[in-house]
């Protein structure tokens, strides 16, 4: 199966071990990957959420991240300068600036989403929810 990226929801479930949140196809698909990607971006956005007390966490997030990285083995997909412009020229159909970064990855590296976010689509992203 070609590779895939997780977005942050599902990067946070991994991190709290809430796999019966994943559906059967995307627990089968993130098994059966070649590679299953990260976004820096989505490390950013967790790190604000824990900063400002918008999430909770087993650890502090640069801690967190490390040990999911080794435990998954998820591989950090590089923030290039052609996703930071891609996520700019993206219609305005999701204004998130972290999911503008995540769906300009994906469709620049013709990458599966694993996302609940019904909005991915519209951009002609795959997705696996």
Do not use: Q
Request: proline content about 7%.
């Amino acid at each position: 199966m070609r590779p895939l990226l997780l977005d942050t929801c599902a990067v946070l479930r991994l991190a709290n071990g809430e796999f019966r949140k994943f559906s059967v196809s995307a627990m089968k698909a993130m098994r059966e990957a070649d590679v299953l990607y990260v976004s820096p971006i989505s490390e950013w956005e967790i790190a604000l959420k824990w900063r400002y007390g918008g999430i909770e966490l087993p650890m502090p997030p640069r801690d967190l991240m490390r040990t999911l990285v080794n435990s998954y083995s998820l591989s950090l997909i590089p923030l290039s300068e052609e996703v930071m412009f891609k996520a700019t020229e993206l219609p305005e159909v999701h204004r998130d600036p972290a999911d503008r970064f995540i769906i300009a990855t994906a469709l620049l590296g013709n990458l599966i989403v694993v996302t609940t976010d019904r909005r991915f689509p519209e951009y002609g992203v795959h997705v696996i929810s």
